[in-house]
Each structure stands twice: as structure tokens, then as C-alpha cells.
């Protein structure tokens, strides 16, 4: 060891720690906190103005494919905020009742209020939202609806270069 | 008959072995172990191997093929991000960041912009910190060495769509020159799929360059496996200990590398994250944290333009780049750009229904405060930057010149990143952010360049590496990544990374020949 550069020599029992980080859980959410993040996927996805695409499932499934890829501590977070996020009507709307209960506008009403309050769960919500966004924005019924055709331009533009290249 | 396909759907990856299909405890041994396959590591292994060195690569990510790359951000943010783009550096604003993690680094995920830092830039390190031969005239040879390895070239006009004429549109109204930005590319066509991986192959990173070419060469590259922290014999690190990762990333093994040499490439924040876990005390491993926050504007036009379709970034505008504010413009995909914009539900909605309206151009801010990259409880390592006073002021300048920019090109309204001021209608609105109150609410930031946290200096007080990229006090460790870099360059740094990279590992190859000399005369 250089002890040259050690400041702190009785923290070398550091480097025997185990190193146990990057464990993602590849368990599925329990069905309780599936339920929440159903709410609010029902809540946070686009409505209206064309985006009125039955496409909760897809969006929910593209979501969970993204659990086993998040850092270790957001990998614990979230389902923790999840079933934190059940019962913050009784706080945010002083109501007796759970955020699976709501109907979307109330349940949206949460979340932006949690969202205004920033901390914890204004950051669950951001981190909800980003991933619902691209989910249901990325859907190709969604794509279709806004003449985005950013995969048909990638076929026609690689075949396009191998021309120029001569390939 | 087959399509063509471009010549990059078509290279040999030879010895390369999948950590995920290893399990047990794997003894290895080479001349030098590289730890990272980005604009640093590969470098750093093409150059080693050329030297002839027998060289192992370790990469934590996957080797993910360009012919595999497909448009689906999701999909590829999983396979080709550290941790989904997740990562945040912590502080008063919190600024999100994006790196790589699969080979090639973050290379795969850039926008390939290849700028020289100003000079100003480069003398300061070589007058001012007393960092010899790193001064412009010293490194012509390497950044034009970097270009080369790079393929820089300019875009062709046919790649241009109508966000690069608006942007054009709005700079000349307002008298600003622009750059036309050379770019790691050959014959890019167009598909602004930058950031998640070039399907047409024309991005030149290092997943396409000299990993493949190191390769071929007859250097190694173990995947999935990530390095912990460095061996020691003394003040010499022998090699590297770290563990092998299956797909799902659970570790499934243990690896151990006995080298002579250990070049560590891991970006600025990984880096430091290994040399703390080794052992390495020294405050100024992981201090000098420079991130170049940007913070965007979107410019919601009447006429419709499909931002999506075209190259980005064909062009910059570095008239204020000695304010340290620099402008760009990006097409992002819509579910991408949609969480920066405000509302849940039918609000985001209406905003989203005017995508195709829609120019995205953001500030990157040439930052003063430094911040610091330490290790958590869980060993692994976070950033920690809150921007001073300067920075702010010159981000909500910058911020206040892309709004002008595009209010020039046309834009009836722009979209802020600030959390109390969302938008504003007409240039004459544009004095409300100079108004905005500093200490209220938030700055959307985001970067992709972190550097300077292992940065080269004179001494051990001023950083901690030496002029080679050497940690000081230590023998056969070396940096080769941003972490090197002396000060924020106020430009993207990639072609600096493979420029500075180039001139230490000569050095590293000088000092081993040195070694081995009087090994053999002692002998």
C-alpha cells in the first residue's frame, strides 16, 4: 500500500468490505405496488389533444423493463416510494383514502403537489414521469399519430450510406 | 442478394471473452490491463499494443454491435447507460448525467462534436501550471494525431434539415458567427441518433475504431466485468481485482489481473471511484470536479419543420466561448424531450402535440466551481458539485442568448429550464430572466462531460497525477480519461481526452523502456 498517500491508514479496513453494490433485483413488484404504479401510470400518461391511445399495459410493461437497470439504492427507493405513494392522499388531499382509489385527475393532483414539494417524492415523481413519457411517447402507435418515423429513416439512411460508401 | 451494409456491420471483434459467461475466480495476466474501452482506454490500448505490449481491455458494459443498434431510446439507453441515464451529480441544482457504459464508453453516446480546447486553454496549463509540452504548439501533434483516429470532418450540407437552417437563421439575424463543428464522423448521413448509438455506422467512436483495431492487433478484452480496485506490491500496483458480471449485471465471479502496468480509464467519476477503493488517500483524488452544465430552451415555432429529421449539431456558436458560454442545438425523440417539458397528463400533452414545431437548443456553461467525486457507504462513487455565483450568472446568460437566438429564428414562444419561469412570449420577455430571483427554485442542468477529478498536476498539492498522468506516489498507475484533464475546457472534451492520452502513454512506453534498460543492466 503507498502509505505515502494515506491520511487515514485505520480506513484500509475499507477495502475489505464486501463490495456488494450492483445487485440488481430481478423479483417482480408485488402486486400492491404494481397496483400503485398502474394509478399512476393512469395519471401521469398524456391525454388529449391526439394522445388518447389505450396503451396503459405497454407503457407499464416498458417501465418495469427498466427496474433491473437502476442504480442500487433507486432499485430499493422505488418500490418503497410506491407504497409510501398509496397513502399520500390523506396528507395532500386530506382524504381518507388511498391513491389506487382515485380517479386520474385526482390522482394527477397528487403527484404535482408532490412534484411542487420537491425532496423524496417530488424526485419519485420526476423519475415516474420520465419513464412514462418514454414509454407511451416512444409507443409506435404514438409515433405513427405524430408522423415521427425516426426507424424507418434509420433502415432507409444505412442502406443509404453503404450506397455512398460503395459497401 | 443481401443489402450493402455499411463497412462498421461488419468488423471482427476477435479475442474477446464475455465475463458473464464466467463464473469461479479467473487468474489473468498481461503487460498492461486497461481499465475502460472509451476515448481514453481504447486509445490508451491501440497505442499500448502497438508498442508491443500484450494488452488486456476490461469493460464493464457489453460489447453491443452497431448492426444490433435500433431507435427505441428505451432500448438502448438500457443497454448502452450506466444505470439506465439515471445518474445525478448531487448539489443545490442537481445536474442529471449520462455516461456510457458497454464498449466504446461514452464515445457510443455522444454527439461526436471533436473540438481542440482554446488555446488559452491549453496555455494555461503549460504557463500557467507548469504542465510542460502542454501548451498548443506541443499538442499539435497529438490533436491532429486525435483527428485522424477520430475521422473529424465537417457534415455535408445534405445531412442538414430545417432545425440546422432555423438555427443559422437565428444566429445570422443576430450577427453571431457560428463554427461549423467538426465531428467524429464518416459520411454521416443524417439520422441524429447520436446519443443512442449510430446505426448507420458513420460515428467514428471507439466501438468502430481502436478497440477493433487493438483487437486485431492482438490485444484482449474480458466484458461484463468491473473492476473494484487496484493490487499493490509496495507503492506499485500490480494489476487490478474485480468481479464478473452476468447479463442481468448480478457478479458471478471474481477476476484478478496481474500487470505491469494498470492504465485507468473509467471516466472521472469511476476512476476515482477505484483509486479511493484501492486505498488511495489523497484529497485531491476526486477534488477538481468540472461538469459543463447545460441548460436547454425549446423554441416552439408557427410553422411545422420535423426537427427530427437531419443532422444536430452541424454547427455551435463559440462567439461567447471566452464568457465561457457555448450554444448548440439538438433533435431529441419525443419521449426523451417530453420529460423536459411541464405538466402531467393532457398539459404535457398539449405541449407534445407541437413536437414537430419544436427546435431544442441549449447553453453548456464553461464552469469555475469544482466539485468533488467521493465514495458512499455502499463503496460506489457519487458527484458533488453546487455551482457558485459565477456559474449561475453565466448560465442564466447563456440561457438568455439561446432564447434570444430563437426568437431571431422565428420561435413564438420558448420553453425555459427553470422551474419558476416556464416560458416566455416575445423577446421583450427575455429581461425576466435576467430578473429571475437566483436563490428561488431550480435549474433543469444536464451534462455529459465530467472531468479533472485525478487532474494532471506540477505536484501532489495541485492534483493527483503527475505531468504523465501518473498518480504521484505511486509507480505503474496511470490515468487515461478525463479524469487528467487540468481545468474545465469550456468545449467537448473527447478529442482532448484521445489527444492527451496519445502524449502520456508515449511517455509511459519511454519510462518502461527506461525501466527495462536498467533492469537488464542491473541484470
Same mark, same amino acid.
Not at chain 1, 413488484?29 to 401510470?41: F, H, I, N, S
Not at chain 2, 420577455?429 to 429571475?436: L, M
Given at each position: 500500500?503507498?502509505?505515502?498517500?494515506?491520511?487515514?491508514?485505520?480506513?484500509?479496513?475499507?477495502?475489505?468490505?464486501?463490495?456488494?453494490?450492483?445487485?440488481?433485483?430481478?423479483?417482480?413488484?408485488?402486486?400492491?405496488?404494481?397496483?400503485?404504479?398502474?394509478?399512476?401510470?393512469?395519471?401521469?400518461?398524456?391525454?388529449?389533444?391526439?394522445?388518447?391511445?389505450?396503451?396503459?399495459?405497454?407503457?407499464?410493461?416498458?417501465?418495469?423493463?427498466?427496474?433491473?437497470?437502476?442504480?442500487?439504492?433507486?432499485?430499493?427507493?422505488?418500490?418503497?416510494?410506491? *407504497?409510501?405513494?398509496?397513502?399520500?392522499?390523506?396528507?395532500?388531499?386530506?382524504?381518507?383514502?388511498?391513491?389506487?382509489?382515485?380517479?386520474?385527475?385526482?390522482?394527477?393532483?397528487?403527484?404535482?403537489?408532490?412534484?411542487?414539494?420537491?425532496?423524496?417524492?417530488?424526485?419519485?415523481?420526476?423519475?415516474?414521469?420520465?419513464?412514462?413519457?418514454?414509454?407511451?411517447?416512444?409507443?409506435?402507435?404514438?409515433? *405513427?399519430?405524430?408522423?415521427?418515423?425516426?426507424?424507418?429513416?434509420?433502415?432507409?439512411?444505412?442502406?443509404?450510406?453503404?450506397?455512398?460508401?460503395?459497401? | 442478394?443481401?443489402?450493402?451494409?455499411?463497412?462498421?456491420?461488419?468488423?471482427?471483434?476477435?479475442?474477446?471473452?464475455?465475463?458473464?459467461?464466467?463464473?469461479?475466480?479467473?487468474?489473468?495476466?498481461?503487460?498492461?490491463?486497461?481499465?475502460?474501452?472509451?476515448?481514453?482506454?481504447?486509445?490508451?490500448?491501440?497505442?499500448?499494443?502497438?508498442?508491443?505490449?500484450?494488452?488486456?481491455?476490461?469493460?464493464?458494459?457489453?460489447?453491443?454491435?452497431?448492426?444490433?443498434?435500433?431507435?427505441?431510446?428505451?432500448?438502448?439507453?438500457?443497454?448502452?447507460?450506466?444505470?439506465?441515464?439515471?445518474?445525478?451529480?448531487?448539489?443545490?441544482?442537481?445536474?442529471?448525467?449520462?455516461?456510457?457504459?458497454?464498449?466504446?464508453?461514452?464515445?457510443?453516446?455522444?454527439?461526436?462534436?471533436?473540438?481542440?480546447?482554446?488555446?488559452?486553454?491549453?496555455?494555461?496549463?503549460?504557463?500557467?501550471?507548469?504542465?510542460?509540452?502542454?501548451?498548443?504548439?506541443?499538442?499539435?501533434?497529438?490533436?491532429?494525431?486525435?483527428?485522424?483516429?477520430?475521422?473529424?470532418?465537417?457534415?455535408?450540407?445534405?445531412?442538414?434539415?430545417?432545425?440546422?437552417?432555423?438555427?443559422?437563421?437565428?444566429?445570422?439575424?443576430?450577427?453571431?458567427?457560428?463554427?461549423?463543428?467538426?465531428?467524429?464522423?464518416?459520411?454521416?448521413?443524417?439520422?441524429?441518433?447520436?446519443?443512442?448509438?449510430?446505426?448507420?455506422?458513420?460515428?467514428?467512436?471507439?466501438?468502430?475504431?481502436?478497440?477493433? *483495431?487493438?483487437?486485431?492487433?492482438?490485444?484482449?478484452?474480458?466484458?461484463?466485468?468491473?473492476?473494484? &480496485?487496484?493490487?499493490?506490491?509496495?507503492?506499485?500496483?500490480?494489476?487490478?481485482?474485480? &468481479?464478473?458480471?452476468?447479463?442481468?449485471?448480478?457478479?458471478?465471479?471474481?477476476?484478478?489481473?496481474?500487470?505491469?502496468?494498470?492504465?485507468?480509464?473509467?471516466?472521472?467519476?469511476?476512476?476515482?471511484?477505484?483509486?479511493?477503493?484501492?486505498?488511495?488517500?489523497?484529497?485531491?483524488?476526486?477534488?477538481?470536479?468540472?461538469?459543463?452544465?447545460?441548460?436547454?430552451?425549446?423554441?416552439?415555432?408557427?410553422?411545422?419543420?420535423?426537427?427530427?429529421?437531419?443532422?444536430?449539431?452541424?454547427?455551435?456558436?463559440?462567439?461567447?466561448?471566452?464568457?465561457?458560454?457555448?450554444?448548440?442545438?439538438?433533435?431529441?425523440?419525443?419521449?426523451?424531450?417530453?420529460?423536459?417539458?411541464?405538466?402531467?397528463?393532457?398539459?404535457?400533452?398539449?405541449?407534445?402535440?407541437?413536437?414537430?414545431?419544436?427546435?431544442?437548443?441549449?447553453?453548456?456553461?464553461?464552469?469555475?466551481?469544482?466539485?468533488?467525486?467521493?465514495?458512499?457507504?455502499?463503496?460506489?462513487?457519487?458527484?458533488?458539485?453546487?455551482?457558485?455565483?459565477?456559474?449561475?450568472?453565466?448560465?442564466?446568460?447563456?440561457?438568455?442568448?439561446?432564447?434570444?437566438?430563437?426568437?431571431?429564428?422565428?420561435?413564438?414562444?420558448?420553453?425555459?429550464?427553470?422551474?419558476?419561469?416556464?416560458?416566455?412570449?416575445?423577446?421583450?420577455?427575455?429581461?425576466?430572466?435576467?430578473?429571475?430571483?437566483?436563490?428561488?427554485?431550480?435549474?433543469?442542468?444536464?451534462?455529459?462531460?465530467?472531468?479533472?477529478?485525478?487532474?494532471?498536476?506540477?505536484?501532489?498539492?495541485?492534483?493527483?497525477?503527475?505531468?504523465?498522468?501518473?498518480?504521484?506516489?505511486?509507480?505503474?498507475?496511470?490515468?487515461?480519461?478525463?479524469?487528467?484533464?487540468?481545468?474545465?475546457?469550456?468545449?467537448?472534451?473527447?478529442?482532448?481526452?484521445?489527444?492527451?492520452?496519445?502524449?502520456?502513454?508515449?511517455?509511459?512506453?519511454?519510462?518502461?523502456?527506461?525501466?527495462?534498460?536498467?533492469?537488464?543492466?542491473?541484470?
Amino acid at each position: 500500500m503507498p502509505v505515502s498517500l494515506t491520511k487515514r491508514p485505520g480506513v484500509a479496513s475499507q477495502a475489505a468490505v464486501t463490495y456488494l453494490c450492483g445487485m440488481p433485483s430481478a423479483a417482480p413488484l408485488a402486486p400492491r405496488v404494481e397496483r400503485v404504479l398502474a394509478a399512476a401510470v393512469a395519471a401521469i400518461r398524456p391525454r388529449g389533444h391526439g394522445f388518447d391511445h389505450p396503451i396503459d399495459d405497454a407503457v407499464m410493461e416498458k417501465v418495469r423493463t427498466f427496474f433491473p437497470y437502476l442504480p442500487p439504492p433507486l432499485r430499493r427507493a422505488f418500490p418503497l416510494g410506491l *407504497r409510501l405513494l398509496e397513502f399520500s392522499p390523506m396528507v395532500v388531499l386530506r382524504r381518507a383514502t388511498r391513491f389506487t382509489s382515485l380517479a386520474p385527475d385526482d390522482a394527477r393532483r397528487v403527484l404535482e403537489r408532490l412534484w411542487d414539494v420537491g425532496g423524496p417524492f417530488g424526485a419519485l415523481v420526476l423519475g415516474l414521469r420520465t419513464l412514462v413519457f418514454l414509454a407511451f411517447y416512444q409507443h409506435p402507435d404514438v409515433l *405513427r399519430t405524430m408522423e415521427v418515423d425516426w426507424a424507418g429513416r434509420a433502415a432507409e439512411l444505412t442502406r443509404r450510406r453503404a450506397a455512398l460508401l460503395g459497401s | 442478394m443481401s443489402e450493402p451494409q455499411p463497412p462498421e456491420h461488419r468488423l471482427a471483434y476477435p479475442n474477446v471473452v464475455d465475463g458473464g459467461t464466467l463464473d469461479g475466480r479467473r487468474p489473468l495476466s498481461a503487460d498492461a490491463v486497461v481499465v475502460g474501452t472509451g476515448a481514453g482506454g481504447a486509445v490508451a490500448a491501440a497505442r499500448l499494443r502497438d508498442a508491443g505490449l500484450d494488452v488486456l481491455m476490461i469493460e464493464e458494459g457489453a460489447l453491443e454491435r452497431t448492426e444490433t443498434f435500433v431507435t427505441d431510446p428505451a432500448t438502448m439507453i438500457q443497454r448502452l447507460y450506466r444505470d439506465a441515464g439515471t445518474s445525478m451529480i448531487l448539489g443545490r441544482h442537481p445536474i442529471i448525467f449520462a455516461e456510457g457504459r458497454c464498449v466504446g464508453g461514452s464515445t457510443v453516446i455522444n454527439g461526436g462534436m471533436t473540438w481542440r480546447p482554446p488555446e488559452r486553454v491549453l496555455d494555461h496549463w503549460e504557463r500557467g501550471l507548469g504542465l510542460d509540452g502542454t501548451g498548443a504548439r506541443a499538442m499539435d501533434g497529438y490533436f491532429a494525431e486525435a483527428e485522424r483516429i477520430l475521422h473529424a470532418e465537417p457534415n455535408h450540407e445534405d445531412t442538414f434539415g430545417q432545425n440546422t437552417h432555423l438555427f443559422l437563421q437565428g444566429a445570422a439575424a443576430l450577427g453571431w458567427p457560428v463554427a461549423r463543428a467538426p465531428r467524429n464522423m464518416r459520411r454521416c448521413v443524417g439520422l441524429n441518433n447520436c446519443a443512442l448509438g449510430c446505426p448507420t455506422g458513420a460515428k467514428q467512436t471507439m466501438l468502430v475504431t481502436e478497440v477493433p *483495431r487493438a483487437l486485431a492487433a492482438g490485444a484482449s478484452l474480458l466484458t461484463h466485468a468491473r473492476v473494484d &480496485r487496484v493490487r499493490w506490491q509496495g507503492s506499485r500496483a500490480v494489476g487490478v481485482t474485480g &468481479r464478473l458480471l452476468a447479463p442481468d449485471g448480478r457478479p458471478r465471479g471474481r477476476f484478478e489481473v496481474r500487470a505491469d502496468l494498470v492504465v485507468l480509464a473509467a471516466g472521472a467519476r469511476h476512476t476515482p471511484g477505484i483509486l479511493k477503493r484501492s486505498r488511495l488517500f489523497a484529497r485531491q483524488i476526486g477534488a477538481g470536479l468540472h461538469t459543463h452544465p447545460n441548460a436547454k430552451c425549446v423554441g416552439i415555432f408557427d410553422q411545422r419543420f420535423d426537427p427530427w429529421v437531419g443532422t444536430h449539431q452541424a454547427f455551435h456558436i463559440h462567439h461567447f466561448l471566452d464568457d465561457g458560454i457555448l450554444i448548440g442545438y439538438a433533435a431529441v425523440p419525443p419521449g426523451l424531450i417530453a420529460a423536459a417539458l411541464p405538466g402531467l397528463g393532457p398539459a404535457n400533452a398539449e405541449k407534445m402535440a407541437l413536437y414537430n414545431h419544436m427546435l431544442t437548443a441549449a447553453t453548456l456553461v464553461d464552469d469555475e466551481t469544482e466539485g468533488r467525486v467521493r465514495l458512499g457507504p455502499d463503496l460506489q462513487p457519487f458527484m458533488w458539485q453546487t455551482l457558485g455565483k459565477g456559474d449561475i450568472e453565466r448560465l442564466h446568460r447563456g440561457v438568455a442568448l439561446t432564447a434570444e437566438l430563437l426568437f431571431a429564428a422565428g420561435a413564438r414562444e420558448v420553453l425555459l429550464p427553470f422551474s419558476d419561469l416556464h416560458a416566455i412570449r416575445n423577446p421583450g420577455e427575455i429581461r425576466r430572466i435576467h430578473e429571475r430571483p437566483r436563490d428561488r427554485g431550480t435549474i433543469e442542468l444536464m451534462t455529459v462531460h465530467i472531468m479533472g477529478t485525478a487532474r494532471m498536476a506540477k505536484n501532489a498539492s495541485g492534483g493527483a497525477t503527475d505531468a504523465t498522468g501518473a498518480i504521484f506516489g505511486t509507480t505503474g498507475l496511470v490515468i487515461a480519461d478525463a479524469s487528467a484533464i487540468p481545468t474545465s475546457l469550456g468545449v467537448n472534451p473527447q478529442e482532448t481526452i484521445v489527444a492527451l492520452t496519445l502524449r502520456n502513454a508515449d511517455r509511459w512506453i519511454e519510462a518502461r523502456g527506461r525501466r527495462r534498460e536498467t533492469h537488464h543492466a542491473q541484470a
